[in-house]
T-cell receptor, first 115, second 114 residues
Framework: KQEVTQIPAALSVPEGENLVLNCSFT??????LQWFRQDPGKGLTSLLL?????REQTSGRLNASLDKSSGRSTLYIAASQPGDSATYLC??????????????FGKGTHLIIQP | ETGVTQTPRHLVMGMTNKKSLKCEQH?????MYWYKQSAKKPLELMFV???????ENNSVPSRFSPECPNSSHLFLHLHTLQPEDSALYLC?????????????FGPGTRLLVL
């Protein structure tokens, strides 16, 4: 059974710092890995999707890497801003042989950027 | 605006009530999903529908009954729930159910069972 772990569980840093969020998964037979952002009381916003054949994706100040063989991904946030404060969730789509697959999520990293 | 809407946004119900959650996607997608988010637990997949057929039931108790009348609408019918079923229920959709594309999430329904 796929399990996803995110470290750290919580992080508080001053504005302007570069930071790295970590995600690991136990089963490397994945279709893709996604990073989401969740603001309090709200749904999820997709940030980046990395297909299993890719090694990284970039969007603005965000860069996500994927090392499928070691079961790891990192989300790099450059020049953090208070508006980046949210919970960041890592999720993998795992091949189950049945075609349609839901996502397996980690518990998330709760990020606070101090002004 | 994600293109996925959910109603109601908040719901309080007793253990003997029957209620339904509704999800609608305006993205032309063919796959829809129900997830449950409880406090201090990871988001858990409940059901997957692809082309209106249920393709996955992730060991969910029978007091939760999904319905997908067409590719744009997904319901979760609730009956005789327990207090531990209180959670945020999230709906998502994707272009196909093959695990290759981004899933788009609705804002969720916050459910409280008394």
């Amino acid at each position: 059974k796929q399990e996803v772990t995110q470290i750290p569980a919580a992080l508080s840093v001053p504005e302007g710092e570069n930071l790295v969020l970590n995600c690991s998964f136990t089963d490397s037979a994945i279709y893709n890995l996604q990073w989401f952002r969740q603001d309090p009381g709200k749904g999820l916003t997709s940030l980046l999707l990395i297909q299993s054949s890719q090694r990284e994706q970039t969007s603005g100040r965000l860069n996500a890497s994927l090392d499928k063989s070691s079961g790891r991904s990192t989300l790099y946030i450059a020049a953090s801003q208070p508006g980046d404060s949210a919970t960041y969730l890592c999720a993998v789509s795992t091949y189950s042989g049945g075609g349609a697959d839901g996502l397996t999520f980690g518990k998330g990293t709760h990020l606070i950027i101090q002004p | 605006e994600t293109g996925v809407t959910q109603t109601p946004r908040h719901l309080v119900m007793g253990m003997t009530n029957k209620k339904s959650l509704k999800c609608e996607q305006h993205l032309g997608h063919n796959a829809m999903y129900w997830y449950k988010q409880s406090a201090k637990k990871p988001l858990e997949l409940m059901f997957v529908y692809s082309l209106e057929e249920r393709v996955e039931n992730n060991s969910v108790p029978s007091r939760f009954s999904p319905e997908c009348p067409n590719s744009s609408h997904l319901f979760l019918h609730l009956h005789t729930l327990q207090p531990e079923d209180s959670a945020l229920y999230l709906c998502a959709s994707s272009r196909s159910g093959e695990g290759l594309e981004t899933q788009y999430f609705g804002p969720g329904t916050r459910l409280l069972v008394l």
